[in-house]
């Protein structure tokens, strides 16, 4: 790398005066902006190995043959530097400006003034679940923004996630984002990038910034950073977080919905930041501001309502209850125990209507005989679900869409090959799908040998005849 900027070094209005940080496109700069008397980052675009440094301070390719490239990275650097400055959200890092000087060009940041993640957290942990899920969903809001104009960031890690005084997130350092249809590099932070960073040619997209903030969630959790992507890919041997995280700090669900965004195969992961922060921020809602008292007011006329009978659950067993779920399901475990309970009447019907999620019949037995102790009255007798009983919205949804009879089929023939999360994707299959071919097709997708998807499509097509 070349020779940054000296301290006191005049750019425009702006005055260099320490090196923030370097990589493999530039140098992040503190500087101060000498007619607003205002501290901003400044990026230079200087990369290293096809640029270098003139004793005037000019920036020029590094060789005849690196011209093209260096010229072609410039005019990408300045593009982009167009579309983050268009960006206005509170936990992205603000672009105020971009221009060309020296040879080169320039993006002129708001400086944040606070901790960088690790340094933040290290006095916290472990940090308390629902503080970890108002940053997480602020980070969410702030990449969602990001992907909705369609770029990734392609560099999400502690290190680049800062805290600002106020305890608010802000999500830093851009130089590696890029469009999600352009030409890309690879970029590889170690434990962070998925596997499709590892090479110019991997299915690169909003799933893999998704990927790098579940390592991130992975390593608040757990303490440890997660296993390098590539190093998984042959034989996984990380721990999940849902058995290294702590359950007396984290729900399951929570945990699960992190091993879900650090699966190794792209397709497999949540797809879009509103289908992860369903799984994962269910379970953390923001706490709510407590209102202020009101001033007293004369007591009103008693009107006398119908009494309307709602069964309140004791919270620990509905975390029981959503733990053991969550081993058949997934993450998806924390959504159904929440949404079933507050249409069960009494524990008993909510213990049936869980069962009925579960998709096996071995595992479905194992789970009612289970709880059954627990939420039947001795003298009520053990009740069976069918594996494919409604029980909620999204099941609604889908039988509005095809006959019960083909979605049970469809589950039963697919769960041979996924097991019991068959029951959820043959839901969501069905509210994409146009007909029941377009729904086989679909769900042959999430078979990954192709032998047993052939043979999965084989039968399906015979069955219909």
């Known amino acids: 790398m070349s020779q940054p900027l000296p301290g006191g070094y005049g750019l425009q209005e702006y005055r260099i005066e320490k090196v923030l940080g370097t990589g493999g496109f530039g140098l992040t700069y503190l500087a101060l902006d000498q007619n607003l008397n205002l501290k901003v980052a400044l990026k230079e675009y200087l990369p290293g190995d096809i640029a270098q440094r003139a004793a005037d301070q000019s920036i020029s390719p590094a060789s005849e043959a690196t011209a093209e490239t260096f010229g072609w990275g410039k005019r990408r650097f300045l593009d982009e530097s167009r579309t983050l400055a268009s960006f206005r959200h509170p936990h992205i890092v603000r672009v105020m400006r971009f221009f060309e000087a020296n040879g080169s060009a320039y993006m002129v940041m708001e400086f944040v003034e606070g901790a960088a993640l690790p340094d933040w957290i290290k006095p916290r942990r472990p940090l308390p679940y629902l503080e970890l899920g108002a940053l997480t969903r602020s980070l969410l809001d702030g990449l969602e923004v990001v992907h909705k104009a369609g770029y990734t960031h392609r560099d999400v890690k502690p290190g680049n996630i800062y805290i600002r005084d106020d305890a608010t997130p802000v999500l830093l350092d851009f130089g590696s984002a890029r469009m999600q249809a352009s030409e890309l590099t690879a970029v590889v932070s170690p434990g962070y990038a998925p596997f499709e960073q590892y090479h110019t040619q991997g ?120 733990t053991e779920l969550a081993q058949h399901l997934g993450p998806i475990a924390n959504v159904m125990v929440r949404k079933i309970a507050k249409k069960a009447r009494d524990l008993p019907e909510l213990v049936r209507l869980l069962a009925g999620e579960i998709g096996d019949d071995a595992p479905r037995t194992k789970f009612e005989k289970k709880f059954s102790d627990a939420s039947r ?12 009983q409604l029980t909620n919205v999204a099941t609604e949804l889908a039988a509005s869409r095809f006959p019960m009879e083909v979605l049970e089929r469809a589950e039963r023939r697919l769960s041979e090959h996924i097991g019991a999360v068959a029951r959820v994707v043959v839901k969501r299959a069905a509210m994409k799908a146009r007909d029941e071919a377009e729904l086989y097709l679909l769900l042959a997708d999430e078979i990954q040998d192709k032998d047993d998807r052939k043979l999965f499509i084989r039968r399906a097509a015979a069955t219909k005849k």
Do not use: C
């Not at 890919?233 to 399951?252: E, F, H, Q």
């Not at 369903?278 to 006329?301: F, G, N, R, S, V």
């Open 377 to 388: 009255p001795v003298s009520q007798p053990a009740s069976r679900s069918g594996a494919s």
């Open 203 to 322: 299915n690169q997209g909003p799933w893999s910034d998704l990927y790098a903030l579940g390592g991130v969630l992975y390593w608040i959790v757990t303490g440890n950073r997660p296993h390098e992507a590539a190093a998984r890919v042959r034989n996984d041997t990380m721990p999940p977080a849902l058995k290294a995280g702590d359950r007396n700090v984290y729900p399951p669900g929570f945990l699960a919905a992190i091993d879900w965004a650090l699966t190794i195969h792209e397709r497999d992961r949540p797809q879009s930041v509103k289908e992860w922060r369903e799984a994962l921020l269910d379970a953390a809602p923001t706490p709510k501001p407590q209102p202020k008292p009101a001033a007293p007011t004369p007591e009103p006329k008693t009107v006398v309502q119908p009494k309307v009978e709602t069964a309140v659950f004791d919270p620990g067993m509905l975390q029981k209850l959503e």
